[in-house]
């Protein structure tokens, strides 16, 4: 995903709640963006470009035709603070959940200004842009640290694909990982089927 990550500022109360200082960077902002917040960094992020959703479009449709349901994207999800790092917000460009959302969970989300645990994750993933960096470095640690089963990074920029699995209890890392070229079949922990990342060779 294309962004800017922006630190916090120093005047700001640490005890700031992250949903509370996104909802006042929203308020301030002149045009609608999409907010994320890692390791105590503000991740700024403008609208992603065509190819960019295309990819993300037919990924999830891989998914969906290998019979799983609940699948999506463009959904925040709140992660607490593990293992040292900060409580986190975070936008995955798709996702695979344990199960659909409980009323519970729902209450959960809009008590917490619109994010769900990320205790519903079973899968997520990303398709890097401009600021890859975030992709395999803060996000990368926060999912591991929560346990997030799969991480899967198309890596536009290396020509790569990866699909991160096993996390390692008490550490920001996953103990294991399948690497293609880009364009070739990725291998997914079962259930799961092989993705054909060929869909963002033109992304």
Known sequence: MAAEPMSE???RPTDLDPVELLA???AA???PLRHEYYEGALLVTPYPDRPH???IRLLVGQFEAAGFDHVGFGEGFRFPPRE???ASLAVPDFNVLHREPTDLDEQFRRANGGWYSSELLALVGEVTSTNHEFDTGPKFRTYAASGVPVYVVIHRQEGKA???REPVPGEARYEA???VKLGDMLPLPAPYPSLDTSVALSS
């Open 53 to 55: 959703n295309r990819a």
């Open 177 to 179: 990982v399948e690497e």
């Open 24 to 26: 006042a960077y929203e």
């Open 9 to 11: 500022p120093k005047n």
């Open 84 to 86: 040292k790092l900060k």
């Open 162 to 164: 990866y699909a991160y």
């Open 29 to 31: 902002a002149p045009a």
